[in-house]
């Protein structure tokens, strides 16, 4: 596996395993559905919370959520409609992203950007 395929499922057990110590359930991780994909999609209480991880070694090119464009804004807004189709959800549901700033066996930064507004 590439460094950066390493680098990015690491961030992603990070998340995982921030969200579920406060309390969130991980109902999937790495969905995808044709061209559609999302990264982590979980309960919070009652409301369904889609999670767009983003991993980096250190911010000299700015931060990781700063990745996340209007293109791939639009990506998630259409997987988002996709999977509350697919699985006839009838729950609140918020957009977050987590950014992780750090290397495989050190202690990264976390960020949780939570009700992110995607377009």
Same mark, same amino acid.
């Given at each position: 596996? #590439?460094? *950066?395929? /390493? =680098? +990015? %499922?690491?961030? &992603?057990? $990070?998340?995982?395993?921030?969200? /579920?110590? %406060?309390?969130?359930?991980?109902? &999937?991780?790495?969905?995808? !559905?044709?061209?559609?994909?999302?990264?982590?999609? #979980?309960?919070?209480?009652?409301? =369904?919370?889609?999670? /767009?991880? %983003?991993? @980096?070694?250190?911010?000299?090119?700015?931060?990781? /959520?700063?990745?996340?464009?209007? %293109?791939?804004? @639009? !990506? =998630?807004? !259409?997987?988002?409609? *996709?999977?509350?189709?697919? *699985?006839?959800?009838?729950?609140?549901?918020?957009?977050? $992203?987590?950014?992780?700033? +750090?290397? $495989?066996?050190?202690?990264?930064? $976390?960020? *949780?950007?939570?009700?992110?507004?995607?377009?």
């Amino acid at each position: 596996m #590439a460094a *950066h395929n /390493e =680098l +990015g %499922k690491w961030g &992603e057990n $990070i998340a995982v395993a921030f969200l /579920e110590e %406060k309390g969130y359930r991980i109902l &999937e991780r790495d969905w995808k !559905s044709g061209h559609h994909d999302l990264d982590i999609v #979980a309960l919070d209480g009652n409301t =369904l919370v889609i999670v /767009e991880v %983003k991993t @980096r070694r250190n911010r000299l090119f700015g931060d990781p /959520e700063e990745a996340i464009d209007y %293109k791939k804004r @639009r !990506s =998630l807004a !259409s997987a988002i409609n *996709h999977y509350v189709k697919l *699985h006839s959800c009838r729950c609140d549901i918020r957009f977050d $992203i987590i950014s992780i700033v +750090g290397m $495989i066996g050190t202690e990264p930064q $976390i960020d *949780h950007i939570t009700d992110v507004a995607l377009i």
